[in-house]
């Protein structure tokens, strides 16, 4: 375990590298991430936060796509206080939450790269750095698209219900034609580029996808750009991809733990030798293409050895990875989302203590995103089976005051001196000690667990297969 955690860390220092796989479905720049093809495409991996220095270190979710007429590029930028104001173009969008990408298009060659960055109301600063460019400081893309989600608001102000924004871009290719080998690329082009996040009132520290190191403290700094090969077959390097296959996931979890539990633990949990390969973590590698690489030849410079075994069978195990990888919103849910969504709302009485997308109680815990956080073993369980402790931030109370005033809800935050209840009323009380004249702490937590008696049989199924949908890439 030690030998491969270090491993892994050496992995986080060097240069970030990605696969930029082709479009397969037609992407709509509309600020939303809903096409099959955004869906499938492999996140590049966590930001590292270069300078880090204090406050949330709140995460970026960048993807990459082509086609023979444009680079997409989409970001999702988790964020508690989005704020922007900067509406001139080419004006300092930076201060601003902000988010960027910088694209040098011939390797041997990174000093001449480009740069975009994008506001949360979607302003955009262009600069082109190339020794080529003699246009001034900054720099007219022809015919890019983009998308952000505040997009043509006057401004963004940061308010409680922030939770992420999205920038969405398309860069027509022949932007890039002066120093890139080829536009549109061919299969195995190699470009240098780094994606990056920064500014707002809160949190405004800068992240980069591909680190930069110490003593560099820019993100001007092309000899730090990852590395980024374009693929055209699509579904990872030719070979067919692999969908959630259950019966392949029976068969390649077999095959997996005959032979790759020594290193790795039985069902992939975490082994003594090798990292768990479906905990709930970002992987290295995600793509079909990349398991399948990982497989067959192993990883160069590691304990992770090559498999002479049958191509299907490796397909099998991809499958299985897939499966204990997979959350709610990767795999079909039998149901009718529409009636569950009434059910929802109307008689199982869930959106009492529940928001979906602004609309529902807060008691609970906001099910947005739900289905791209669990597994859909653990939706059914949390409406049938107890907590055995109720969770942080949802323990039940009752609150009597010496006013006489009882206050029933549950504890956010509760130290030696205070205690913050999230009454029933949906009013948060603070309260001192002084004031309280007894404290009853509930054993079981606010979830009513009765749903699958409460509801028909096709009514608990059609709320699973509702709460299955509530993941945003589906917005
Ligand atoms: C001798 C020990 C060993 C055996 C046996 C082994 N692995 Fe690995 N595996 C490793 C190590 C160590 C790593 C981490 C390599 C690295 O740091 O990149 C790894 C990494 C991987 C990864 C990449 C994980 C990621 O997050 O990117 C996959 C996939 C994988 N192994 C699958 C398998 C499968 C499937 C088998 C069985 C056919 C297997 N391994 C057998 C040691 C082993
Ligand atoms: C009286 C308030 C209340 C009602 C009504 C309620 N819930 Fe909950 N629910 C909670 C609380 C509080 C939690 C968090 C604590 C816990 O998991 O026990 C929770 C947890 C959950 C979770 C797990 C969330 C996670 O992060 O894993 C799901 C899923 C869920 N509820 C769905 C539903 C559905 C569907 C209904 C309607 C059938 C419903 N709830 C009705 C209060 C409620």
């Known amino acids: 375990m030690r030998c491969a955690a270090l491993l892994l860390s050496f992995a986080a220092v060097a240069a970030a590298q990605y696969r930029i796989e082709r479009a397969t479905s037609k992407i709509n720049i509309d600020g939303k991430l809903d096409e099959p093809a955004w869906r499938a495409a492999a996140p590049a991996g966590d930001f590292h936060f270069n300078w880090f220095v204090s406050g949330d270190k709140e995460q970026t979710e960048a993807k990459l796509l082509w086609d023979d007429d444009n680079l997409y590029v ?20 930076s201060k601003d939450d902000c988010v960027e990408i910088f694209i040098a298009p011939n390797p041997a060659k990174v000093t001449n790269y480009y740069t975009f960055e994008i506001n949360a109301i979607g302003t955009m600063l262009n600069r082109n750095r190339s020794y080529w460019y003699t246009g001034g400081a900054t720099w007219e ?8 989600t505040f997009h043509g608001q006057d401004k963004k102000d940061e308010s409680p219900g922030d939770r992420d924004w999205i920038v969405e871009a398309a860069i027509p290719l022949r932007n890039f034609s002066h120093d890139a080998a080829h536009t549109p690329p061919r299969e195995g082009d190699e470009w240098r580029l780094n ?8 949190n405004a520290q800068a992240s980069s996808w591909s680190p930069i190191l110490p003593p560099a403290k820019s993100f001007h700094t092309p000899a730090a750009f990852g590395a980024v090969v374009f693929t055209g077959a699509g579904g ?13 996931a029976r068969a390649g979890r077999e095959i997996y733990n005959r032979f790759c539990t020594m290193c790795h633990g039985l069902d992939g949990a975490n082994g003594d030798r090798a990292p768990a390969l479906g905990a709930q973590r970002r992987y290295l590698r995600s793509t079909a293409g990349d398991l399948f690489d990982a497989i067959k030849n192993g990883i160069r410079g590691t304990n992770m050895p090559g498999s002479p075994m049958p191509d299907a069978d490796i397909n099998k195990i991809i499958a299985f990875i897939y499966s204990l990888r997979a959350t709610a919103a990767d795999v079909e849910v039998p149901g009718d989302v529409a009636r569950g969504e009434s059910v929802f ?7 009492s203590c529940h928001m979906i997308r602004g609309r529902g109680g807060i008691l609970g815990p906001d099910l947005t995103n739900i289905a791209a956080e669990r597994k859909l073993e653990d939706l059914k369980l949390a409406l049938t089976v107890a907590q055995p402790v109720p ?3 949802y323990a039940p109370v009752e609150v009597l005051l010496k006013s006489g005033a009882r206050i029933e809800g549950v504890a956010k935050n509760e130290n030696n ?42 009514e608990f199924q059609d709320v699973v297969a509702f709460l299955a949908r509530q993941a945003r890439r589906f917005w």
């Open 391 to 393: 969770p942080r931030g």
């Open 417 to 458: 001196y205070s205690l913050q209840v999230l009454g029933r009323d949906e009013k948060l009380h603070l309260i001192t000690r002084g004031e309280i004249a007894g404290l009853k702490h509930g054993t079981r937590s606010l979830m009513p667990v009765d749903a699958a008696e409460r509801l028909s049989k096709d």
């Open 74 to 93: 989409s970001w999702r930028a988790a964020d508690r206080h989005i704020s922007a104001y900067e509406l001139k173009r080419h004006g300092p969008v």
């Open 195 to 202: 994606l990056q996040r920064l500014g707002g009132k809160t």
């Open 141 to 148: 893309p022809e015919g890019m698209v983009y998308r952000a």
């Open 345 to 351: 709302h109307g008689k199982g009485q869930c959106a």
């Open 236 to 248: 990872g390097g030719g070979r067919a991809r692999v969908r959630p296959d259950p019966d392949a």
